[in-house]
T-cell receptor, first 118, second 108 residues
């Protein structure tokens, strides 16, 4: 089974630009969660998608948006980039609701995309 | 006050020493995760706990639901254990809330 992959690995943007980050879920997983990790801090939950629908959202403004595709891969879009958006963006896939019921809902993390906003 | 607090923030140990990292949380949870993050960002899930104790190799994780507290122990620590260890809890809505992490350095 393949693991969670993310692209690109590194990205440099300027304030006001827009960015799209991509994540491919682990085989068999229908849920993907996105996290933002600022330097020296723990990850913060952005949102989660389950079977192509948003299934929960953290305290992030609407300029953070996402998509999940029928193959369960996902995108995170950030508009009007700000300097504070510089961070490591992590996605994690899991078996979603079925996994929660069965107690097997371990999240598998991708390597992350490091975004720098200048 | 953060919902998930870890201690210590930084820890330096000599190879072979026993290491304990603590996690306290303030909300009702359905599960608690211990994660390991190496330099460069990759996160690996070590344990998922909802009660009791789990052991994997030299790693032991315990949780006390009544006291809202969990510990991660590393026995016979090794330099390759050097990483950031993160505690995360799953509460309502199936989202994970993370602690700030404990940076562990094991010196040879």
């Amino acid at each position: 089974e393949t693991g969670v992959t993310q692209s690109p690995t590194h990205l440099i943007k300027t304030r006001g630009q827009q960015v799209t980050l991509r994540c491919s879920s682990q085989s068999g997983h229908n849920t993907v969660s996105w996290y933002q990790q600022a330097l020296g801090q723990g990850p913060q939950f952005i949102f989660q998608y389950y079977r192509e629908e948003e299934n929960g959202r953290g305290n992030f403004p609407p300029r953070f948006s996402g998509l999940q595709f029928p193959n369960y891969s996902s995108e995170l879009n950030v508009n009007a980039l700000e300097l504070d958006d510089s961070a490591l963006y992590l996605c994690a896939s899991s078996q979603g609701l079925a996994g929660v019921v069965l107690g097997t809902d371990t999240q598998y993390f991708g390597p992350g995309t490091r975004l720098t906003v200048l | 006050k953060n919902e998930v607090e870890q201690s210590p923030q930084n820890l330096t140990a000599q190879e072979g020493e026993f290491i304990t990292i603590n996690c306290s949380y303030s909300v009702g949870i359905s599960a608690l995760h211990w994660l390991q993050q190496h330099p460069g960002g990759g996160i690996v899930s070590l344990f998922m706990l909802s009660s009791g104790k789990k052991k994997h190799g030299r790693l032991i994780a315990t949780i006390n639901i009544q006291e809202k507290h969990s510990s991660l122990h590393i026995t016979a620590s090794h330099p390759r254990d050097s990483a950031v260890y993160i505690c995360a809890v799953r509460a309502a809505g199936n989202k994970l809330t993370f602690g700030g992490g404990t940076r562990v350095l094991v010196k040879p």
